[in-house]
């Protein structure tokens, strides 16, 4: 008897919960971009498989635990020496087989689909955006227009957006759920992709990686724009925005909360955090708030030690030169 | 050194202090009880020296019962912050170092020890050997997990909890992120612990090699033992990874090498791969044992033999050579570009083959039988609907390019708590309901087992499957509150009901080891489950000796064939011999207290107190080096009173002649 | 338990419990190629990271590290004269074997310390960059290992001169020979991948 209340409890627990889950907005299968929509349909295909794979259990698990479950009337049945079926135990094998060559191709496919300018968009002319990860704001620079904004970007619609992720201090996820699935921006190395907004209309952004304390915060607007009004936008921040400067910069890098900013050049001008040889912008001291303080390291490389930093304006493309040199002093040894 | 005394005890927070209170109250009460009852020579002599499998396997189950606790409330917490939107119960601080002590106690101290614990009960009396390989160093190994566990549970009252999750990434777990000494609790407490869990691994490794009786065969060996061998073998595989990963960490964070660091040419993302070679290896040294303890409660309550044994076992190692070969699926989203994350996706989504296989054999093993529902039979039911969710789930996450839609959201915690609960947990349960005479001579009561197990299962789904929807909306995991507007909060507080529903379940469960101590019937049979395996043919509770004689094994599920050819069972005075045994020995608890105190002094930064400390150990193992004990016999006479007292009995199918 | 006893085998495989610990002892050492494979990964990373500092060509001296390989090597190989002399039911002849390996690994050691000191002293420390890190937790683990070694055998040592060759402290010689051989390879390693390749490249 137990058996089946528990049966008939977890299959009426699936779509009671179904239900309510139908309440809210199921972003990712709300795509609202070519690249979205790649995902979108792996994800509704692979759900389509599973979902027989699912029936298929819980039906032979229900059938089988009903029917041989022991009664009062069967208590001198003797259940028979068993010890396999090789067609049986062959038929099992091969059909999840098939079934993750089912799921295997367009997996394949879409992860290469998904480092290249999505399809129908090849002829656009993509516009670059850096991404500049830091505790705990995201920075967006325009190379091309030399702009530079903070927790928000505007990008034209029907445009292939060329994300560069990096950051500036701890490993965080770039996610807009809306346009596409995330990838990692770290410190002293770059990943890209490519994003591409169908209408104009306004995104969630977020990381989706935890960085500490102030990660829950780390949200930011993407603001898909008609070509017009990204331009004017575009012009309106050159006439008005301020220049950010390099000490308003290591100011902002501190582990902060901070609201929209908007600066009329880029801060790529002095330091591009996604080479392996630009200084360390971390500051220990900031994040000393919860319990037994311990020792901390003085780095060389550190954007603290200023003399050095000079040094370093400027030729971060011939940085093998530099260590190089750096090797060199050490010949004498 | 300067010891900072103001900063030495956490302090401020009202949960923390409640916390600081109750433990020192508790510990008064131990002591107290134990002076008034005059049990310290007993604690002493019977358990902290012991070098007996079945008691350290005890010891070990003990343990994770207090883990569970611990890291439940830790959930409840958790559960109870993201209730409502804009929650302000725990701050995002005290959140963060909450999910990382929950994450690492679950894992390591929990699920990892309740395992441990069944195996070290259980595999000894399956093979029919009186005792492991290396006795001394299994409690050696018990005592170091110990250690390990008590280190990182004092950290949130003493110094810090860790905060930058359980799986530690960096840069973020290194000093220029994380300059307080609270993450150097993680890479020194799990340290040790990893120590004791290698040592397991080699223990046990030889002694199921070693020491089978005879006939026993690999291929006639209980499925429950099958997976404790390939556990071990991935233990030995896969911790030395931990513990160079857990050494850096060491070292970035006490000498400022550069390992992990961004600046001086470290490389965050070698964390990332170091950490996931030895953890999703670890998922399956959790799963595989419990995979065992289904195999051997379903054959027994089908009254059939284990479907496709021989498949099983295939299986089992199937999925222990691709736990190797999957560990980049934790971060598709790194960006080591199409050609990797495709050998990914196809190793990962082929772990559900041999998984599959054994799903199916499970189902077949049931089919024709006649299956009785206990309540350890209940866990192994459940098991199947849940952890197939949680395998389809598997499936979908493995397709690299839709992880990158799902990966860091609750969808991907739902899924690794749908693996982890029926795979691990449940399991757990159902060993400790089916195995429980073997350790205490009683049963678990099977109604209060019931509501333990019906409050867990419905708690389970209405906490967890929420959060395949929350994820699939947006909501990334780890973050310690949501906004109003973002739409999660019915799913969010539905969850936490499901929690309080879970968190009764468990402590049905505990009231159930109370009432069952206290009052169960002590007079039941030495196989009250009519089962299958060589450790039901020995008294209930085992013996210390275990064995009597050793059973000689002819077939797989010896012991069903001997009850019915009614062969071995009866034991002539004749056949009765003196029995080597180990002695007990107090080291190992002295090493768990060395290890505790230079790990703790390693903690804060004491270099040179912690190298003073660590003389000990070394003095320690020079102890060892020069210890000859050879152990101890016991007399015929004895073994004789022991076999007479619970033979022969009405309803024993083992009988004593003379 | 070691009721096991079969006189037809060598004398450390001799008690049924001293099979047990050899076989165990072959499976820890599984578990240390694991460690060191790990090590030698990190630093197969991070071999190029010189993040400004020193590289390989500044610091590595051949000549020394020739000697080194030499020391270990030999040492390999009067452990295995010991063992040799074991088997022969000769302890006089065993210890001095034993003895000379012992001295022959602190010769290594001392002058891997030397290495260090130097390495130190021309400003290549662990704290310099990610390469020099990887390289000295590489040497560094393979030195305290050695380190561990001599002290340990020191122990087996002072147990043979008291208690004689008997199946348990034959069973110990023999594994500490083991031990021995596996640090002896996994010099050989270190040599190929660290110093030859580091002079080449």
């Not at chain 1, 994800?43 to 009664?71: C, D, H, P, Q, T």
């Not at chain 2, 799963?287 to 099983?312: C, D, H, Q």
């Not at chain 2, 109604?447 to 906490?463: A, E, P, R, S, Y």
Request: proline share 4%; glycine share 8%.
């Amino acid at each position: 008897m137990k058996s089946t209340r528990f049966v008939v409890l977890i299959i009426a627990l699936i779509p009671m919960i179904f239900l309510t889950g139908c309440e809210t907005n199921m972003v990712v299968f709300e795509p609202q971009g070519p690249v979205a929509r790649t995902i979108t349909d792996l994800i509704n295909w692979s759900l389509a498989w599973m979902l027989l794979v699912v029936v298929v259990v819980f039906s032979l698990f229900g059938y089988i635990v009903w029917k041989y479950r022991e009664r009062p009337d069967n208590m001198d049945y003797e259940p028979p020496e068993e010890h396999g079926s090789t067609v049986l135990e062959i038929i099992w094998t091969a059909i999840p087989i098939l079934i993750v060559i089912a799921l295997t191709i367009p997996t394949v496919q879409a992860l290469y689909d998904l480092e290249e300018v999505p399809e129908g968009y090849e002829d656009k002319e993509p516009i670059t955006i850096h991404v500049t990860a830091a505790d705990w704001k995201w920075i967006f620079s325009y190379p091309e227009q030399g702009i530079e904004t903070v927790n928000y970007a505007n990008i034209p619609e029907d445009t292939p957006i060329h994300f560069k992720l990096t950051s500036a201090s701890t490993m965080q996820s770039f996610w807009i759920p809306a346009l596409g699935g995330q990838k990692y921006a770290m410190a002293k190395m770059e990943t890209e992709m490519y994003l591409v907004a169908d209408n104009p209309g306004s995104y969630v952004g977020k990381n989706s990686n935890f960085n500490g304390r102030g990660y829950a915060g780390m949200e930011f607007e993407v603001l898909a724009q008609t070509h017009e009004d990204f331009n004017q936008w575009i012009t309106d921040v050159k006439e008005t925005a301020p220049e950010l400067t390099e000490e308003e910069y290591e100011e902002l890098l501190k582990p902060t909360h901070l609201g929209r900013l908007t600066y009329a050049n880029t801060h790529l001008e002095w330091v591009d955090h996604a080479n392996m040889h630009s200084k360390t912008y971390t500051n220990p001291e900031l994040y000393r708030y919860h319990g037994y303080q311990g020792k901390t390291f003085e780095e060389e490389d550190n954007y603290r030690n200023k003399e050095t930093n000079l040094e370093h304006n400027g030729h971060h493309s011939d940085e093998d030169d530099e260590h190089e040199g750096h090797g060199g002093e050490h010949d004498g040894h | 050194m300067g010891i900072k005394w103001d900063e030495f005890f956490i302090t401020g927070d009202p949960l923390i202090l409640g916390a600081q209170i109750s433990i020192a109250l508790t510990m008064i009460g131990i002591v107290f009880g134990l002076t008034y009852l005059k049990k310290w020579n007993w604690l002493w002599t019977e358990w902290i020296t012991t070098v007996d499998h079945k008691r350290i396997g005890i010891m070990y189950i003990i343990s994770a019962v207090l883990m569970f606790f611990r890291g439940g409330v830790d959930g409840l917490l958790m559960k109870a912050q993201t209730s409502r939107p804009e929650m302000e119960f725990l701050s995002s601080q005290h959140y963060n170092e909450i999910f990382t002590t929950h994450g690492v106690i679950m894992i390591l101290f929990m699920a990892m020890p309740f395992l441990i614990g069944l195996m070290n009960v259980v595999v000894p009396l399956q093979i029919g050997a009186r005792d492991v390989a290396f006795p001394q160093l299994n409690a050696l190994s018990f005592w170091l997990f110990f250690s390990g566990a008590m280190l990182f549970n004092i950290s949130f009252v003493i110094g810090g909890s860790p905060d930058a999750g359980w799986t530690s990434y960096f840069p973020l777990a290194g000093k220029e992120f994380s300059p307080s000494i609270a993450n150097n609790y993680y890479a020194i407490a799990l340290q040790i612990a990893g120590i004791g869990t290698l040592m397991t691994g080699i223990n046990f490794i030889v002694t199921i090699l070693k020491m089978r009786t005879k006939g026993m065969t690999l291929m006639r060996m209980p499925m429950f033992t099958w997976t404790t061998l390939i556990t071990s073998v991935i233990i030995i595989a896969a911790f030395p990874i931990f513990t160079v990963a857990l050494a850096l960490m060491t070292f970035d964070r006490l000498f400022g090498t550069h390992f992990f660091t961004v600046s001086g040419g470290g490389m965050d993302m070698l964390w990332a791969n170091l950490f996931w070679l030895w953890g999703h290896p670890e998922v399956y040294i959790v799963a595989l044992p419990a995979f065992g303890i289904f195999s051997e409660v379903i054959a027994t309550f089908s009254r059939k033999s284990l479907f496709g044994y021989k498949s099983m076992v295939y299986a089992i190692v199937g999925i222990a050579l691709l736990s190797m070969l999957v560990w980049v699926h934790h971060f598709y989203t790194m960006g080591s570009g199409p050609a990797v994350n495709s050998f990914f996706s196809i190793t990962t989504m082929l772990i559900a083959v041999p998984t599959g296989i054994k799903m199916f054999n499970w189902l077949f093993t049931m089919r024709k039988g006649r299956i009785k529902m206990t309540t350890a039979m209940l866990w192994s039911l459940a098991f199947v609907p849940c952890f197939t969710i949680g395998g389809v789930t598997g499936v979908m996450l493995a397709m690299g390019a839709a992880d990158y839609q799902y990966h860091n959201t609750l969808f991907l915690v739902a899924h690794f708590h749908y693996v982890l609960i029926p795979g691990v947990v449940f399991a757990v349960f159902a060993g400790l309901y089916y195995w429980w005479p073997k350790m205490f001579g009683h049963l678990l009561n099977e109604k209060l087992g019931k509501w333990h197990f019906w409050l867990f299962v419905i708690g389970f789904n209405v906490t967890f499957m929420p959060m395949f929807f929350l994820g699939l909306s947006g909501a990334a995991r780890r973050t310690y509150t949501f906004s109003a507007e973002s739409g999660f909060a019915p799913l969010f507080l539905l969850s936490a009901m499901g929690s309080i529903v879970l968190a009764a379940g468990f402590a049905v469960f505990c009231y159930n080891i109370y009432w069952s101590l206290r009052y169960a019937d002590r007079n039941i049979s030495s196989d009250p489950w009519d089962a299958r395996t060589l450790e039901w043919a020995t008294a209930t509770p085992v013996q210390h000796y275990n064995f009597a004689k050793l059973p000689e094994v002819k077939s797989l599920d010896a012991f069903w064939f001997m009850k019915k050819n009614n062969e071995g069972l009866t034991l002539k005075d004749s056949e009765i011999e003196e029995i080597h045994m180990p002695s007990n020995s107090g080291q190992p608890f002295i090493m768990c207290v060395l290890f505790g105190i230079s790990g703790f002094f390693l903690v804060f930064e004491w270099s040179i107190a912690a190298a003073v400390a660590a003389l000990g150990i070394f003095a320690g193992l020079i102890y060892r080096s020069f210890d000859y004990n050879d152990g101890y016999h016991i007399p015929v006479d004895e073994v004789r009173e022991t076999e007479l007292s619970w033979r022969n009995k009405k309803g024993e199918a083992h009988k004593h002649v003379s | 338990m070691s009721a096991n006893v079969n006189t037809s085998l060598p004398l450390e495989y001799q008690s049924g419990q001293s099979r047990m610990n050899i076989l165990g002892f072959w499976i820890f050492l599984g578990a240390e190629i694991a460690l060191f494979a790990t090590l030698f990964g990190v630093y197969a990373v991070l071999s190029g990271r010189y993040a400004g500092g020193p590289t390989h060509q500044d610091i590595i001296m051949i000549r020394e590290v020739m000697i080194q390989t030499i020391l270990l090597l030999t040492s390999s190989f009067t452990c295995g004269l010991a063992i040799f002399e074991m088997r022969r039911g000769n302890k006089n002849e065993l210890i001095m074997w034993l003895v000379i390996t012992l001295l022959l690994g602190a010769g290594f050691l001392y002058m891997e310390i030397n290495e260090f000191i130097h390495y130190v002293h021309i400003g290549a420390s662990m704290q310099t960059s990610a390469f020099l890190s990887s390289l000295f937790v590489l040497l560094g683990t393979h030195g305290a290992h050695v380190t561990f070694g001599i002290g340990w055998a020191i122990l087996v040592i002072i147990q043979l001169i008291k208690r004689g060759l008997t199946s348990v402290t034959a069973r110990k010689v023999f594994i500490i020979g083991l031990y021995w051989h596996f640090l002896d390879v996994v010099w050989i390693f270190i040599f190929t991948f660290v110093y030859l390749k580091g002079l080449v490249l």
